[in-house]
C-alpha cells in the first residue's frame, strides 16, 4: 500500500478513522472530450475512506474496517465500472469519472452509516487513479454554496 498524507477535513468529531485500500476496475468514459479514455482500460484506484463521529458502537467502533473494504472492495474489484447500475452511459453526472467514483463510494459509506445505531458520518474520499492525479470528495455543508 502506498504511504500517504491525505487532505484532513476539519471537523469537530471526537474520533477520526481513516481507512486504505486499493482495488482494480476498468472503465471506459462515454464522451468525445475523454480523448482516450472513451475507450475501455483499467487501472488500480487507491482510496481513503475518512469516517468520523462522536459515539461508538457496541463493539467500540465507529464502523468496522472490515465492513468499509466489503462495501467498495467487494463492489468494484476486478469489475468494468460501467456495468454497475451507481453509473450511467448517458447521463455525465454519473459517468464513471474519477470525480464521480469518489462520490459514489461516498454515497455508499454514507448510506451504510445512515443504518447504524452510532451515525458515524463520511467526511472525505481521496480516490488515486494514476500515480499522479486523484479526487478529494466531500459533501457540501448545509448553508454553503
Request: charge should be negative.
Amino acid at each position: 500500500m502506498m504511504q500517504q498524507i491525505y487532505p484532513a477535513p476539519l471537523h469537530g468529531y471526537s474520533y477520526e478513522l481513516n481507512k486504505d485500500f486499493h482495488f482494480s476496475a476498468a472503465h471506459a468514459i462515454p464522451s468525445e472530450d475523454a480523448g482516450k479514455c472513451r475507450f475501455v482500460h483499467g487501472h488500480t484506484y487507491y482510496v481513503n475512506i475518512t469516517v468520523a463521529g462522536d459515539e461508538l458502537d457496541d463493539a467500540g467502533f465507529l464502523i468496522n474496517f472490515k465492513k468499509i473494504k466489503q462495501l467498495v472492495h467487494d463492489r468494484f474489484d476486478h469489475t468494468l465500472l460501467n456495468d454497475d447500475q451507481i453509473f450511467s452511459e448517458t447521463d455525465s453526472d454519473c459517468f464513471p469519472t474519477t470525480e464521480v467514483v469518489a462520490r459514489s463510494i461516498w454515497e455508499i459509506i454514507e448510506e451504510h452509516l445512515k443504518q447504524t445505531e452510532n451515525k458515524p458520518a463520511c467526511l472525505q474520499v481521496f480516490l488515486r487513479e494514476t500515480p499522479t492525479s486523484y479526487v478529494v470528495y466531500r459533501p457540501k455543508k448545509e448553508g454553503n454554496k
